[in-house]
């Protein structure tokens, strides 16, 4: 079955980086469009950022721009998502997803997630 694992997640200062790693099995990975979303409780879930089926596009939402950066390494089936200049606001629980479709395209078009890592950063 498809399993998306993701891992890197713990806490950091304000200011600090993060990397967390989201490696799938179970599916042709270069066929899916990746994305990494991120919810609070209480929340809807927040597409912060989403890489194309060979990593030739990228997509990010104006509260992340300039501090996350995702790629993806096809060979070992796992997409990244390098996050810098970590503030308070950041922290949630992060999420990978695959998608046949498009990025960043609908949350319902993602057919495929992970059980999520929290990232909690203190001020």
């Known amino acids: 079955q498809v399993q998306l694992v993701e891992s890197g997640g713990g806490l950091v200062q304000a200011g600090g980086s993060l990397r967390l790693s989201c490696a799938a099995s179970?599916?042709?990975?270069?066929?899916?469009?990746m994305g990494w979303f991120r919810q609070v409780p209480g929340k809807e879930r927040e597409f912060v950022g989403g890489?194309?089926?060979?990593?030739?596009?990228?997509y990010y939402p104006d509260s992340v721009k300039g501090r996350f950066t995702i790629s993806r390494d096809n060979a070992k089936n796992t997409v990244y998502l390098q996050m810098n200049s970590l503030n308070s606001e950041d922290t949630a629980v992060y999420y990978c997803?695959?998608?046949?479709?498009?990025?960043?395209?609908?949350?319902?078009?993602?057919?495929?997630w992970g059980q999520g890592t929290q990232v909690t950063v203190s001020s």
């Open positions: 890489v194309s089926k060979i990593g030739d596009r990228l």
């Open positions: 997803a695959a998608t046949i479709g498009i990025i960043p395209g609908p949350r319902a078009t993602y057919g495929y």
């Open positions: 179970g599916l042709t990975f270069s066929t899916y469009s």
